[in-house]
């Protein structure tokens, strides 16, 4: 087994981390939250190497799961994830794009298979457990890697902020129980990529993130 490595194409005028998480040796990997610019996306995995039978994703917001219909077609991939509770979010991605003002040729999105707290997804060996984190989206889910000390966790928490909570299906309260109850016990020394802006690790986030001192 290899070590994990990760490249991050930002996608769309949101600005978005999609993420490519890979095997160093098998170059075995998967796409996270391919929110759209597809032909980027595919641009980077021949520029890497990677070959991606997986897509994941986090949530469905537009910006995440805006290019996963696509991609899908494109590599033959299947769709995991996010939690079901995401499914009328995902269903609308076309109605997202007319709301956001953002043409582009988003399109809904249609899981291969639906995730839960518990649930696990690997790349080759590298075995990730799948963290149910509501707040920011009811479906919310994050990746954890236990042996790397690694997560992808979307939309919950960036590197001195959290999700925003005015989007349908939001609530701020339940985003705060989400980070305190399953982010922050992961331990101060597990870094994180996130959905927007540069990553971080949990333990300056509970140090110096505004919204959890």
């Known amino acids: ?3 994990l490595a990760a490249a991050i194409v930002t996608v769309t005028p949101f600005q978005q981390n999609c993420t490519i998480l890979w ?4 170059r075995e990997g ?3 939250d391919p929110g759209g610019e597809v032909e980027r996306i595919k641009a980077a995995l021949e520029e890497t190497g990677v070959t991606a039978k997986t ?4 949530h469905g917001h537009i910006d995440h799961a805006g290019g996963a219909e696509a991609l899908k077609q494109a590599l ?3 769709i995991i994830g996010p939690h079901e509770a995401d499914r009328e979010l995902l269903e609308s991605i076309e109605q997202q794009s007319e709301m956001f003002g953002v043409p582009g040729g988003f399109q809904n999105a249609y899981p291969d298979q639906w995730l839960a707290e518990g649930d696990t997804v690997s790349i080759g060996e590298h075995v990730f457990e799948v963290l149910h984190c509501p707040g920011h989206a009811p479906g919310h889910v994050v990746f954890y890697n236990s042996a790397h000390r690694f997560a992808h966790v979307g939309d919950v ?6 999700g925003r909570t005015d989007l349908p299906g939001g609530d701020h309260d339940t985003l705060l129980r989400s980070i305190r109850e ?3 016990p992961l331990g101060d020394d597990v870094s994180f990529i996130c959905g927007h802006g540069p990553g971080s690790t949990i333990g300056r986030e509970r140090l110096n993130n505004p919204f959890l001192t």
């Open 76 to 78: 033959g991939a299947t």
């Open 55 to 58: 897509i994941w994703l986090t």
């Open 157 to 162: 928490l960036f590197q001195g902020s959290i």
């Open 30 to 32: 998967v796409v996270i």
């Open 182 to 184: 399953k982010l922050l």
């Open 23 to 26: 095997d160093d040796e098998t």
């Open 1 to 3: 087994m290899g070590k």
